[in-house]
């Protein structure tokens, strides 16, 4: 009976060494190589910001990459990196949810007419942008504007598309305006200029630029004349009461 549980207590100990043996050599024969870079992807890259005062839009697309065997960073400074070589990109503008129109953007070179991209880690060679001549309408109480857009590269056949609603346009009462020249407290010691205006519909937040005008005249030569405009950021990132607009906000500027 002893010499049974031996041989019995043998043959199990054989058994798990012979399962242990077998674990190791399946670890062992594992690949550890790390990849470290996914399949390659087309991946757009899309910044714009369509602003209803602005008769001319700007929308820019790049395009993400990366290598397997080098840094992102190597790229960073070669143009073609960043930009696809040809692209189809419209804009289509929904009043209601009914479709109005579709505006082909064009490619242009903003290093060429007055944009130019400012130096740094990535290529200023170029500054491609793709412009929209069209008026943006603003949103209004009863109307409702959105902006769809489209992007087809001809060569992957791949689409983008991104949609936006128009913002609406704030209504400036105070400190200027077309029937007041606004609210500015004085006395001996400091001063403070009211900001008063309606918010515009679907906005999230605003800035307030004052805009001075200033003529210089020489006092020698009272023809001699010239124009100053001087900006006054009289307060940044204030936010709506609500996106639905037409609310009425006030900020007291020291």
Known sequence: MFAKLIEKNLHQRIYSFILCALGLFTLN???NELVIAAEWEEVPIVYGVLNPTDHVNYIRIQRAYLDETRGALSFSGIADSLYFDTLDVSITEYHQGIEKNTYKLNRIDGNKEGLPKDSGIFSNEFNYLYRLNAIVNASTFSNDYEYRLTIFNP?????TRSTTLSVGSPEVESP????SVGLIITNDENFKVVGLYQEGKYARSYDMVMRIWIEEINNEDSANRRALALD???FQGQRTQSINGFRESIAVIP
Do not use: E
């Not at 060569?155 to 689409?159: A, E, L, P, T, V």
């Open 29 to 31: 024969s594992c690949d």
């Open 155 to 159: 060569k992957s056949g791949n689409i």
């Open 176 to 179: 200027a305006s077309a029937t």
């Open 232 to 234: 006054w950021t009289m």
